[in-house]
Structures are given as structure tokens and as C-alpha cells.
């Protein structure tokens, strides 16, 4: 995959790719001191506790599951091994960061880990976080980040899009020499790609399975599931049905083994759109 990559002699001239002049860099910088951003602070000022990290993370599963091992071989193919992929979720928050050693080690240094944000109210001016103000490509030159802490790197920043999940978040690869990321743009604008297609195909599978399991339910277990889904207490389902709460109960114990969930709300989360009959009641 990636030898098609490295034979591109690549000069970078599509108008989906926003490369930055000074006029709007400078919007974005005053920005930045609109939002009390200094430009000598040493690391972004919002970063997630480990909870609240892990809890993004359960959140982007399969964004996590899907980019994680591609973004891997990507760098592993790399000759420059100082070069940093960041993934972030739809509100820039760091989900995953691809580098070696090293590079893993000057992050943490300048407060860059799993639970960083890249919004402008965190970081200032960068490539993550204009490019979830444009949705498209964006690059950014190392003097163009507005904290002094960003300004060694060179970097490309690319949304994820998915067509059941809209934005999912953004891809960023980070260098120390603008003219190598000038030519990682096709690479990390390929890799969103792949990354949107298998996203795409897993929830399809992901929602055909679902389907699958919701049809195993008998009627019975459908009923009592759309009255429950539509905000029906146990004792309302029973009285509609005209048999005893406990006997509710029972059933949606039944249906749960069926669709291998615990509980009401994960319940609605996988399968709200077949269970919808009685929402308008």
C-alpha cells in the first residue's frame, strides 16, 4: 500500500487543502488572546483526568479500533521516525498518539497525552484546531501556531468523516521539516480515507448484526421493549398488557439475553431505531 505513496513526487495544488496566509492566521491568533491563550504557556490547558479520558475512548471504540493499528504500520513504513500522528475525536481531544519513544516522551513533557485538547481554547492556533473550524485539510507551519511550545512542528490535520457518524474526529501528523510533511499530505489524507471506509463497513456489519438479534425477539418481547424504550415504567407496561410486573420483568430479562445487553439504556443506545412504535403515544 504505501509504495504507491512513496513514489508520488507530490506538489500539493487542490483547493480542498487550506494552506494558511497570514490575513487568517492572524484572525485565529487574535483569537487566541480573545480566549486568554498566552503564547509563552508551555503545554495546552485542557487536559482530561484519566476517568474522563477513558470514558472519550469507550466513546470512539471503533474510531480507536479501525485507525490504531493503521496508524502503526503507517509510521513504521516512515524513514523519519520523528514524525508524531495524533487522532483525535470530533472535539479535539487526543485519542491516540503514533510516535517513537522519544517523540512519546517530549509530548508528555509538553503535556500532550490521551486526553489533550487541540481546541483553540486549549492550544491556540493549530492544525487541529482549524481543521475542525474548516472540515477540510488544513496545514499549519511551525511559526504559524500561535504558543511557542507548538512552533518546531510542521502539521497537517484531516478530518474523519463517516456517512453514519458524520465528523468523527481528525487526523494529524506532525514533522520538523516542512518540506517532508508537504509530502505526507496525500499519505495522511489516505489514511482518513481508510479510516472513513472501515469505520463505514464496521457499523454496517455492526447494524446488521443488530437487526439480526432484534428479530430473534418474540412479539411479546417487542411490545414490552417499545413501551419501555418510550418511557413506560414496569408497572404501565403491565397494566397496558394486562399482566403482572413481575411477568414484565421477565420478559425483559429474556430479551436482554437475547440482545446481549444489561440494561434499558444500553438497550436504547444499540437498538432505539426498531424500537420506536409506541415513542408518540
Same mark, same amino acid.
Given at each position: 500500500m504505501f509504495d504507491k505513496w512513496k513514489q508520488l513526487d507530490f506538489l500539493h495544488q487542490d483547493t480542498s487543502v487550506l494552506?494558511?496566509?497570514?490575513?487568517?492566521?492572524?484572525?485565529?491568533? !487574535?483569537?487566541?488572546?480573545?480566549?486568554?491563550i498566552k503564547p509563552d504557556q508551555d503545554r495546552p490547558r485542557i487536559c482530561l483526568s484519566k476517568q474522563k479520558t477513558l470514558v472519550r475512548i469507550k466513546q470512539n471504540k471503533i474510531l480507536l479500533e479501525?485507525?490504531?493499528?493503521? /496508524? !502503526?504500520?503507517? %509510521?513504521?513504513?516512515?524513514l523519519d521516525k520523528t514524525v508524531l500522528f495524533l487522532l483525535c475525536d470530533k472535539e479535539g481531544y487526543v485519542l491516540e498518539l503514533t510516535c517513537s519513544p522519544e517523540v512519546l516522551k517530549m509530548c508528555a513533557e509538553l503535556g500532550i497525552r490521551r486526553g489533550t485538547s487541540f481546541s483553540c481554547e486549549s492550544a491556540g492556533t493549530n492544525a487541529i484546531c482549524l481543521a475542525m473550524q474548516e472540515l477540510k485539510t488544513v496545514v499549519v507551519r511551525g511559526e504559524q501556531h500561535y504558543c511557542d511550545f507548538l512552533k518546531s512542528w510542521y502539521c497537517v490535520a484531516v478530518p474523519i468523516y463517516s456517512s453514519y457518524h458524520g465528523i468523527m474526529g481528525f487526523l494529524d501528523i506532525s514533522a520538523h521539516i516542512e518540506t517532508d510533511l508537504i509530502k505526507m499530505i496525500p499519505l495522511v489524507?489516505? /489514511?482518513?480515507?481508510?479510516?472513513?471506509?472501515?469505520?463505514?463497513?464496521?457499523?454496517?456489519?455492526?447494524?446488521? +448484526?443488530?437487526?439480526? +438479534? %432484534? /428479530?430473534?425477539?418474540?412479539?411479546?418481547? +417487542?411490545?414490552?421493549l417499545e413501551y419501555l424504550v418510550a418511557g413506560y415504567s414496569y408497572e404501565a407496561v403491565a397494566r397496558k398488557l394486562r399482566i403482572s410486573k413481575n411477568t414484565v420483568k421477565t420478559i425483559v430479562r429474556r430479551a436482554y439475553q437475547k440482545l446481549e445487553v444489561k440494561c434499558l439504556q444500553e438497550c436504547k443506545e444499540k437498538y432505539s431505531r426498531f424500537l420506536v412504535r409506541y415513542s408518540d403515544e
Amino acid at each position: 500500500m504505501f509504495d504507491k505513496w512513496k513514489q508520488l513526487d507530490f506538489l500539493h495544488q487542490d483547493t480542498s487543502v487550506l494552506f494558511f496566509d497570514s490575513v487568517r492566521i492572524n484572525e485565529s491568533w !487574535q483569537k487566541s488572546k480573545q480566549l486568554g491563550i498566552k503564547p509563552d504557556q508551555d503545554r495546552p490547558r485542557i487536559c482530561l483526568s484519566k476517568q474522563k479520558t477513558l470514558v472519550r475512548i469507550k466513546q470512539n471504540k471503533i474510531l480507536l479500533e479501525i485507525a490504531a493499528p493503521l /496508524l !502503526q504500520e503507517s %509510521y513504521a513504513s516512515l524513514l523519519d521516525k520523528t514524525v508524531l500522528f495524533l487522532l483525535c475525536d470530533k472535539e479535539g481531544y487526543v485519542l491516540e498518539l503514533t510516535c517513537s519513544p522519544e517523540v512519546l516522551k517530549m509530548c508528555a513533557e509538553l503535556g500532550i497525552r490521551r486526553g489533550t485538547s487541540f481546541s483553540c481554547e486549549s492550544a491556540g492556533t493549530n492544525a487541529i484546531c482549524l481543521a475542525m473550524q474548516e472540515l477540510k485539510t488544513v496545514v499549519v507551519r511551525g511559526e504559524q501556531h500561535y504558543c511557542d511550545f507548538l512552533k518546531s512542528w510542521y502539521c497537517v490535520a484531516v478530518p474523519i468523516y463517516s456517512s453514519y457518524h458524520g465528523i468523527m474526529g481528525f487526523l494529524d501528523i506532525s514533522a520538523h521539516i516542512e518540506t517532508d510533511l508537504i509530502k505526507m499530505i496525500p499519505l495522511v489524507e489516505m /489514511l482518513a480515507k481508510i479510516i472513513s471506509r472501515e469505520v463505514d463497513r464496521e457499523t454496517h456489519v455492526a447494524a446488521d +448484526k443488530e437487526r439480526l +438479534k %432484534y /428479530l430473534e425477539l418474540s412479539g411479546r418481547e +417487542k411490545v414490552v421493549l417499545e413501551y419501555l424504550v418510550a418511557g413506560y415504567s414496569y408497572e404501565a407496561v403491565a397494566r397496558k398488557l394486562r399482566i403482572s410486573k413481575n411477568t414484565v420483568k421477565t420478559i425483559v430479562r429474556r430479551a436482554y439475553q437475547k440482545l446481549e445487553v444489561k440494561c434499558l439504556q444500553e438497550c436504547k443506545e444499540k437498538y432505539s431505531r426498531f424500537l420506536v412504535r409506541y415513542s408518540d403515544e
